[in-house]
T-cell receptor
Framework: GQNIDQPTEMTATEGAIVQINCTYQ??????LFWYQQHAGEAPTFLSY????GLEEKGRFSSFLSRSKGYSYLLLKELQMKDSASYLC????????????FGKGTTLSVSS | SAVISQKPSRDICQRGTSLTIQCQVD?????MFWYRQQPGQSLTLIAT?????????ESGFVIDKFPISRPNLTFSTLTVSNMSPEDSSIYLC???????????FGEGSWLTVV
């Protein structure tokens, strides 16, 4: 079966650091994506991890541990505009198959 | 990267009618997918749009309700047929270019059925 778990909601304050976790149990794995989705907008690509370790991209970093079926998205120096839903998605191993999405984490950043 | 244009961006539809959503990509892509995102929910895959052949539907979605066309490598349509209020949702086109591991989304089509 396919199962991707994320916390439903998180809150944080401006300037802080927040870590959004994602655990997955899928029949096969070919990479993990993180997307950001603001209310009323389509998802936008943040990161892609296929090997273990940390990928840093500006204020956002993403980590993957394939042996643990675990990833996290780390957001530093939070800004109000980071208030959004963050979607974790797994890419199945078979070529040409679509991403499997978690239910998303709604992050609220307050001043 | 791939730039995706979806039309319409928003529409209010009458119950029982059908609406076709278009997805145009600025480059040839290997894979095109259609997702639905109901209010407050995550993305659910409707089908994979196959170039030149019938789409591959996920469990719970059927061709009669969601006919899909993909005549070439840059264009696809999704029709939502005989709409009911339960079809009120965001419909998203997604593409996977041949050369990369990034999967892109169109801007989405916000449909409200009244």
């Amino acid at each position: 079966g396919q199962n991707i778990d994320q916390p439903t909601e998180m809150t944080a304050t401006e300037g802080a650091i927040v870590q959004i976790n994602c655990t997955y149990q899928t029949s096969g794995f070919n990479g993990l994506f993180w997307y950001q989705q603001h209310a009323g907008e389509a998802p936008t690509f943040l990161s892609y991890n296929v090997l273990d370790g940390l990928e840093e991209k500006g204020r956002f970093s993403s980590f993957l541990s394939r042996s643990k079926g675990y990833s996290y998205l780390l957001l530093k120096e939070l800004q109000m505009k980071d208030s959004a839903s963050y979607l974790c998605a797994v890419k199945p191993p078979k070529a040409g198959t679509a991403l499997i999405f978690g239910k998303g984490t709604t992050l609220s950043v307050s001043s | 990267s791939a730039v995706i244009s979806q039309k319409p961006s928003r529409d209010i539809c009458q119950r029982g009618t059908s609406l076709t959503i278009q997805c145009q990509v600025d480059s040839q892509v290997t894979m095109m997918f259609w997702y639905r995102q109901q209010p407050g929910q995550s993305l659910t895959l409707i089908a994979t749009a196959n170039q030149g052949s019938e789409a591959t539907y996920e469990s719970g979605f059927v061709i009669d309700k969601f006919p899909i066309s993909r005549p070439n490598l840059t264009f696809s349509t999704l029709t939502v047929s005989n709409m009911s209020p339960e079809d009120s949702s965001i419909y998203l086109c997604s593409v996977e270019p041949a050369e990369g591991n990034t999967i892109y989304f169109g801007e989405g089509s916000w449909l409200t059925v009244v």
